[in-house]
């Protein structure tokens, strides 16, 4: 049995979960309302307070699904509660953010700035020239938005120059040596 997919998942006071007959599950909080289909194999118990995901048998397929189908569900529980955060720095003498509006402006070395309007759902805010937070109720659109913002201008590894998530650490190396050759 998997040991996350056998987790069951407490819906909290405020949040209200329901399952359709295509497995089509929309949980509904305060702060939005999600909707994701799941797997037809896979099945979505709601018992008062909590929800358990039970699988059919134990092919590996389903086996594989079990856990991947009890954290979707819970990351959207969590989503409409209180949202994920991703937080970018960036690094360089000269880089800087700010917002126009909803557009974020980024000055990056290139020869023009760098502009991005976020999608529907997610927020962005630069409280320093140099911190961009990335906000919203969907764990995996707040992901992706923060990997096309990095994107923009990768951290390489000589300077750590770029942007790069908070927490990660950027291998350096070391630059060329001055040896001559005669």
Known sequence: MSRIGRM??????GVKVD??????ITVKGAKETL????HPDMKVVIDG???TIER???DKLHRSLHGLTRTLVNNMVIGVTTGFTKELEINGVGYRCAMKGKTLTLNLGYSHPVEYTPEEGITIEAPQPNK???KGANKERVGAVAAKIRSFRAPEPYKGKG???IDEHIRRKEGKTGAKKK
């Open 35 to 38: 909707t994701r289909t799941l």
């Open 19 to 24: 399952v359709t007959e295509n497995n089509v």
């Open 49 to 51: 307070e909590t929800i």
């Open 56 to 58: 059919p048998s134990d």
């Open 132 to 134: 961009i937070l990335v």
């Open 163 to 165: 942007i790069k998530y």
């Open 8 to 13: 069951p998942i407490t819906i909290p006071a």
